[in-house]
């Protein structure tokens, strides 16, 4: 198995454009978690999916940020307007039940 | 606000060494994970223990469960290069919770 497949794994854009964050994740995974880390604030949880409905969408920072779940095989993640501070790296992970959750390698954001 | 609060954030040793992180909080938790981070990658968990008190090893690693299960150790016997990296713990606020309060981390760095 390929494990949580993200893309891209670096991404630099100018303040005001919009970013789109891709994950695929485990095959047979019914649940989908998008977080956020960075130094100040550590692992934050942005978003949980389940059987591709969202759940709980609480961590997310504000309405700039949305994220899809279309099917069962992939989720976006994506920042209009993007802005300086949500510079971090962007984690998907995925799991089947409740069992451990597999995350992706990140996507390094840089806004500049 | 559950809040977890990791200690020390850096450590630097030699190799051989022994070394504990810790992993505090106000609140309790009905389990507690232990992932480790390697630079560019994703988090991946090493363990998860729930009952208060219980410890739990794997090879060289010692983790603890508070009594009040509010707070962890982790313990590394005679450390080695290949432990170098970022530990989290993260706590659990519900059987089978999918919500996981991440701590922010010791950075540790074994010299050869």
């Known amino acids: 198995d390929a494990g949580v497949i993200q893309s891209p794994r670096h991404e630099v854009t100018e303040m005001g454009q919009e970013v789109t964050l891709r994950c695929k994740p485990i095959s047979g995974h019914n649940s989908l978690f998008w977080y956020r880390q960075t130094m100040m604030r550590g692992l934050e949880l942005l978003i949980y999916?389940?059987?591709?409905?969202?759940?709980?969408d609480s961590g997310m920072p504000e309405d700039r940020f949305s994220a899809k779940m279309p099917n069962a095989s992939f989720s976006t993640l994506k920042i209009q307007p993007s802005e300086p501070r949500d510079s971090a790296v962007y984690f998907c992970?995925?799991?089947?039940?409740?069992?451990?959750?597999?995350f992706g390698q990140g996507t390094r954001l840089t806004v500049v | 606000t559950q809040l977890l609060e990791q200690s020390p954030q850096f450590l630097s040793i030699q190799e051989g060494e022994n070394l504990t992180v810790y992993c505090n909080s106000s609140?309790?938790?009905?389990?507690l994970q232990w992932y480790r981070q390697e630079p560019g990658e994703g988090p991946v968990l090493l363990v998860t223990?729930?009952?208060?008190?219980e410890v739990k090893k794997l090879k060289r690693l010692t983790f603890q469960f508070g009594d009040a299960r509010k707070d962890s150790s982790l313990h590394i016997t005679a450390a080695q290069p290949g432990d170098t990296g970022l530990y989290l713990c993260?706590?659990?606020?519900?059987?089978?919770?999918?919500?996981?309060?991440f701590g922010k981390g010791t950075k540790l760095s074994v010299i050869p």
């Open positions: 999916f389940n059987n591709n409905v969202p759940i709980d």
């Open positions: 992970a995925s799991r089947v039940g409740y069992a451990e959750a597999f």
């Open positions: 993260a706590g659990a606020s519900g059987a089978g919770s999918y919500q996981l309060t």
């Open positions: 223990v729930v009952t208060g008190g």
């Open positions: 609140s309790v938790f009905s389990s």
